[in-house]
């Protein structure tokens, strides 16, 4: 559960590092090449004609260096061959004379490259964009669509101040739908954010590109207005050069740019999955399997009732007839009066039946040798107890040794993830490979809502940025001691580009200097970046890579930042593979300094200014549950506890103020728990030993369970020895007792046994570890009861009858107690024996109550299955951790701010990048890329988000790479003559001092672009030439002429080791997730991904995989309905084939099934209602669920089987035998004990141990001793037990 939402923002962050060093590359590139194009005359009359410009030439400078054209209405010249082959390879639509000089073009060439990489992905958009400008600067007929209408004076020189350029909507709206879907890979988002200031037509565009700037701030130097018509009477023709369609193919356009593109309709939409069925009638719409359901129930109830109205009647018939010889019979009466005596005998004795007559109960091979066992063996222990005693504690206490190497795993991948996980193994290929993710540390400042409306006032104000100034500056003061030396935040935070820790706050906009804050404005500042963070070199973060604010900011809506409520500050940590390394405890120590900073300091500080603070470490969620495990132990421990009081109290006689010091049997039920205890002990002892850790559902878990066994096994045996006749020696009621419950504790202990074991099969660690500590566990108290247990039932009742004190059995009470103690011991039935029998019994053997009980129980169970269908995976983070947590307010402030999903990477494997290979064009996206590409296939997958989860086209190291090498980007791949890198001019120095390729200002001179379209093959490199410049790129910082380098972005995208065979053993393309609300979210987004990849990868024949954080711990809820049901199906079966191998009654073992069966199901059905989710720890409850439900079924069904009479008075017999025992032992025992979790401090006990255990004793109860006595009534197996002759001394083989 590890996984951290706060992720999400880091990693956008770390997208926008592909913009760094960019001053004017945004939004103020396409201004600066708007002016070049100014040239108009103001000294006479203005000629607007063919052939005739506007501006011309440069005339001056503004004083933040922005050029200014000449006004000159002049005609347009002729260039010179130079000139004239530079223009026409930059726009080729101009031929001929030109109204621009070579400074003019030279200028407008070095703008437009910084455009180029945005959108060379899709040619029509990049030629209708240098187009526009091409024409503003150079077209020979410029003075047709500009007019120049204000000019002003430097350094006496006339120069453009406003011009009006008029442009067809034609043009502008072709112009504007070739680029509205061009993707800016390197963030995830469109081109026109960047260069279009987020038009959302042409006209917001145009609008953007003629905003005059102010001094020093990105944009154009003049104004440019756009008219779409000119005066009539002014002879002007707005410009309107053809636009090209992205749809064009000749153009190439990828699918991802071009949504019209031909490779887009060629290619099947993703797939959709269907509805769920439903039926509809009138109003109600019902899903198809609750209408079967209905239709099964009413078809099922109908057939009952049919047959129960012609049963009684058959039977009212027959006892019509029977009546008059009933009533001939001699010595009825007397048979009446015998039969109620019997009653009222223990079941041995009347297996020995009248002095005529007796009891002969024909069992199974199984249970005939079980019988005699017990029978020889009774006795045995009756006359050695204190050796089986030693013998049995001597080998408990061998395995406990085993504990002096117990540990418990608290890794959460470790307890979720199985050995052979897919999840984990990826996980593992892209942190060896790639990087492991970052650690995260964040702080949420929020403002609280009005009492009046609820609404939230926006965090962006004065105070509140100081604020964050001052804990900033606590931040950055602390210090944590690690082996002695002291760590502070910029000893560990990630520095991708320099020294700068990469902190993403809002307080980047004033480069992390309180000193900035007025000296750049303010609040207003901020403001002014939030709108212009890519384009403002005082808006660039200290770190000099611009902050997108909705990664500092939450509670917005759209792109209103001003309105935010809230401030998240975001601290990105260097993380390693190895979590035991020297990097990652310097790390956690320097989270747990933070975290109790922002406890003892920040939080009052926040909340002294009427705000909310919420935080949260990378190691938050584990210290939380480490603490979590902790916080109930008194609870636990109190629940226990109650449990054993009341054991001690049940197993004793009805208490009798006269004879209570002797008649209970306190010692012997603490003792019974200490067995109990000693079996967790002696399980745990033993795996202990062979190297297998606990878990904390173990420890919290499985003593419940054994408790509930062992418990139940004690009630049974102890009420069995005193069902016995005081008469007969004690080790013939010992033996009698064995002889009578031992094989059904046998049958219910393995069942339980082996439904365990087979659960250690199960792949998830966490259940396999459970049924396999679960299984030695219920073993052993099985062995402690009919050994150790029953050796000291030997010895209380020795200390009964010698008069002796219980719990002080030294002490011997004097003679004159005797007379008064005189019925100890005697076996009349207690009160709770004589209602399940006289009360309880005959409610339930009335035939209307039948009918009712069958119905409503029936109906429940299909009711819980169509409910099932609504129970979701997960487990939510709340819910885990203790309710005083401090992070439960960060996961709700996280929740209601986050804007984005977490990032997602599709990683590709062996990506053979040879000229041979087809699979550049099967993964890229740009120009000539297949249409089915992978990054093809992801854009139409960001097109349906809803199914998809996918919330943008993927950030692309491929197709940067290869726009980067590109010859339209003349700015970014380039070289010396000698063939060695060129850095960008911003990047001085280009090589040491005194080298030829440096300039005097340190700008590199005689470089050139890598390669010329001849260079290439259809636009792509060769092997060669791919192996030689991949290094260049991924090196490559982002500069002002080239936004596409690779450094920073990708460098983490691609491993270089040993890519020089050709194949590049592993990259990454990033995108992201839309919002994750809920764990369902969470497991269809993965679900999604690798249906989705999985698809690609069979298309592409290319090994493709999804990878997120989180999806190493969400993978078990993708098959954890599988692993459910199976694991209970296996539970239920195992204990269906012990009581069919040991009853040899298929009749019996079948309705055991189906009660088990009901009793899971049911549970199942309220954990829907109650919206208990599935998860690890519910499915182990389930498991605990069948066999505890073994305890509630096999006894009751095995004392019917044995009983004689009818089946009603069979069932009598059950529940006067059993039914207390089971009531008592079970369902009382565990009420007292669950009642307590209910005031647990963690919801996580509450939820899966209080309410499930609740629900679970509940339904074990009403199945065990209400539905299951009534099935066995009516549908119940014949009686094993029939009345013969007494011919024989006694018989061979008694009853189970």
């Not at 990049?126 to 003075?143: A, G």
């Not at 006209?203 to 700037?213: E, M, T």
């Not at 509670?555 to 993380?575: H, L």
């Not at 449990?643 to 010091?661: E, K, Q, R």
Request: with cysteine; hydrophobic share 40%; net charge neutral.
């Amino acid at each position: 559960m590890k996984l951290s939402r706060r992720k999400i923002k880091f990693l956008q962050a770390i997208s926008l590092f592909q913009v760094l060093f960019i001053l004017c590359v945004v939004r103020a590139e396409r201004p600066d090449t708007r002016l070049l194009a100014t040239s108009n005359s103001v000294a006479g009359e203005v000629k607007h004609a063919e052939e005739f410009c506007a501006m011309y030439d440069i005339c001056g400078a503004r004083s933040d260096r922005k050029v200014l054209n000449c006004p000159y209405n002049i005609p347009s010249v002729k260039p010179d061959d130079l000139l004239s082959s530079k223009v026409q390879s930059l726009c080729p639509t101009i031929t001929g004379n030109v109204c621009c000089t070579e400074d003019q073009f030279d200028t407008l060439r070095t703008q437009v490259q910084q455009a180029i990489p945005f959108l060379v992905g899709c040619p029509a958009c990049l030629r209708n964009f240098l187009n526009l400008f091409c024409e503003l600067t150079c077209s020979p007929n410029q003075s047709l669509f500009i007019n120049v209408t204000s000019v002003s004076k430097v350094s006496n020189n006339l120069t453009v101040d406003g011009i009006d350029y008029y442009i067809t909507d034609t043009f502008g709206q072709g112009l504007y739908e070739s680029c509205k879907d061009v993707k800016f890979g390197t963030m995830n988002t469109r081109a026109l954010d960047f260069i279009g200031g987020g038009a959302q037509n042409f006209k917001d565009w145009f609008a953007f590109i003629g905003r005059r700037a102010a001094p020093n701030l990105p944009g154009s130097p003049y104004t440019i207005k756009f008219w779409p018509s000119a005066p009539e009477s002014s002879g002007m023709i707005p410009m309107n050069v053809s636009a090209y369609s992205c749809a064009d193919g000749s153009l190439g356009c990828s699918c991802g740019d071009c949504t019209s593109s031909p490779v887009c309709s060629s290619t099947a939409p993703p797939p959709h999955k269907s509805s769920s069925c439903s039926v509809k009638m009138g109003s109600l719409n019902a899903k198809c399997v609750d209408f079967a359901l209905a239709i099964l129930y009413i078809i099922l109830v109908s057939l009952f009732f049919g047959w129960g109205f012609f049963h009684r009647k058959r039977e009212r018939s027959q006892s019509f007839r029977m009546k008059p010889l009933v009533n001939a019979m001699d010595g009825s009466e007397l048979h009446s009066v015998e039969r109620q005596k019997e009653e009222n005998l223990p079941m041995q004795v009347q297996m020995l039946g009248t002095p005529r007559t007796r009891n002969r109960i024909q069992l199974s091979i199984v249970q005939g040798y079980m019988s005699n066992f017990y029978r020889k063996y009774g006795k045995w222990v009756a006359r050695n107890p204190t050796l089986v005693l030693s013998l049995s504690m001597a080998l408990v206490l061998l395995l406990c040794l085993g504990l002096i190497r117990f540990e418990v795993e608290t890794r959460p991948e470790k307890l979720w993830v199985g050995p052979g996980s897919r999840a984990a193994g990826e996980k593992l290929f892209f942190d060896s490979h790639l990087a492991p993710f970052y650690r995260i540390e964040e702080l949420i400042l929020a403002t609280i809502p009005d009492t009046t409306h609820g609404n939230l006032s926006s965090i962006v104000t004065e105070i509140n940025i100081k604020l964050l100034f001052e804990i900033q500056k606590k931040i950055d003061g602390l210090r944590a001691n690690y082996s002695g030396s002291m760590i502070s935040l910029t000893d560990i935070c990630m520095k991708p580009l320099g020294q700068d820790c990469a902190t993403q706050s809002v307080l980047q906009y004033f480069k992390m200097d309180p000193k900035n804050f007025d000296d750049f404005g303010g609040v207003e500042h901020v403001k002014y970046c939030f709108q212009h963070y890519t384009s403002t070199e005082s808006c660039m973060s200290a770190f000099k890579g611009p902050l997108d604010p909705s990664t500092a900011l939450g509670g917005f809506s759209g792109n209103n930042y001003s309105e935010a409520s809230a401030f998240v500050v975001t601290y990105p940590v260097n993380n390693a593979v190895d979590r035991e390394g020297n990097e990652t405890k310097k790390a956690v120590a320097w989270e747990k300094a933070f975290v109790q900073l922002a406890k003892d300091e920040l939080l009052p500080m926040v909340q002294s200014k009427n705000l909310t603070l919420a935080f949260s470490s990378e190691s938050s969620i584990e210290e939380e549950l480490k603490r979590e495990s902790t916080a109930d132990a008194i609870t636990i421990v109190i629940s226990y506890l109650v449990m054993f009081a009341y054991i001690s109290l049940t197993l004793g006689d009805t208490p009798h103020l006269s004879s209570f010091y002797i008649s209970s049997k306190v010692l012997l039920g603490l003792s019974g728990v200490v067995l109990v205890m000693l079996s967790v002990l002696g399980s745990v002892g033993f795996f202990s030993a062979i190297g297998v850790k606990s878990t904390l559902i173990i420890m919290e878990v499985i003593p419940f369970l054994v408790l509930a066994v062992g418990v139940d096994n004690m009630c049974i045996l102890v009420h069995a020895v005193k069902r016995q006749q005081l008469e007969l020696a004690l080790e013939t009621r010992i033996s009698n007792a064995l002889v009578e419950v031992g094989p059904s504790i046998t049958l219910a202990s393995l069942s339980e046994v082996l439904a365990f074991a087979v659960g250690s099969f199960i792949p998830m660690p966490a259940c396999r570890v459970f049924s396999m500590f679960a299984a030695l566990a219920v073993l052993l108290d099985f062995l402690l009861q009919i050994t150790a247990f029953v050796a000291l039932i030997v010895f209380d009742f020795l200390r009964a009858e010698d008069k002796r004190v219980d719990c002080i059995p030294c002490l011997k009470l004097s003679s004159s107690y005797a007379d008064s103690d005189k019925g100890i011991g005697q076996r009349k039935p207690g009160l709770l024996a004589r209602y399940m029998k006289e009360v309880h019994a005959m409610i339930l053997s009335l035939w209307g109550v039948k009918i009712a009980v069958i119905s409503l129980f029936v109906a429940f169970t299909l009711a819980s299955i169509a409910l099932c269908t609504r129970i979701e995976p997960g487990l939510e983070q709340k819910i885990v951790l203790p309710r005083d947590s401090y992070l439960q307010g960060y996961f709700n402030n996280i929740s209601e701010h986050l804007r984005i999903g977490p990032p997602l990477y599709f990683v590709v494997k062996n990506y053979n990048y040879s000229s041979e290979s087809r699979q550049t064009n099967q993964l890229c996206s740009i120009s000539q890329c297949d249409s089915n590409s992978l990054l093809n296939e992801i854009s139409r997958a960001s097109l349906i988000p809803q199914s998809s989860y996918i919330a943008k086209p993927a950030a692309s190291w491929l197709d940067d790479f290869l726009v980067w090498i590109s010859p339209e980007a003349f700015g970014c791949c380039r070289k010396f003559t000698n063939g060695s890198y060129c850095p960008p001019d911003d990047q001085p120095p280009c090589c040491p001092s005194g080298q030829s390729s440096c300039g005097s200002a340190g700008v590199c001179k005689d470089c050139t672009t890598c390669f010329h379209h001849s260079d290439l093959l259809k636009d792509r490199p060769s092997t060669i030439q791919f192996k030689e410049k991949l290094p260049w790129f991924l090196n490559a910082l982002p500069s002002a002429s080239c936004a596409k380098g690779g450094h920073g972005a990708y460098t983490n995208s691609v491993d270089l080791k040993g890519y020089e065979n050709g194949i590049v053993q592993a990259s990454s393309f990033r995108t992201y997730h839309t919002p994750l609300n809920r764990q369902i979210d969470y497991v269809n987004s993965m679900r999604a991904a690798r249906e989705f990849s999985s698809r690609v990868s069979d298309s592409l024949q290319m090994e493709i995989f999804p990878y997120s954080v989180f999806y190493m711990y969400f993978e078990q809820y993708l098959d954890i309905w599988r692993t459910a049901l199976i694991n209970l199906a296996i539970a239920i079966g195992a204990v269906f084939v012990v009581c069919l191998i040991t009853t040899c009654s298929f009749w019996s073992s079948a309705i055991i099934f189906l009660v088990l069966t009901m009793i899971v199901v049911d549970l199942m059905g309220v954990m829907a209602i109650l919206k208990i989710q599935l998860n690890a720890v519910s499915v182990v409850n389930l498991v605990m669920a069948v066999g505890i439900a073994v305890e509630f079924c096999v006894h009751i069904t095995h004392a019917f089987s044995v009983s004689s009479g009818d089946k009603n008075q069979r069932m009598k017999e059950a529940l006067g035998t059993m039914g207390a025992s089971v009531f008592s032992g079970i369902t009382l025992t565990k009420l007292v004990g669950v009642i307590v979790l209910c005031f647990s401090r963690t919801e996580v006990f509450v939820v899966y141990y209080f309410q499930m255990y609740l629900a679970l004793v509940l339904l074990g109860f009403l199945h065990g001793l209400v539905f299951l006595p009534v099935v066995l009534s009516v549908f119940g197996p014949p009686s094993r037990c029939m009345l013969v002759e007494r011919q024989e001394e006694r018989p061979s083989v008694s009853s189970l």
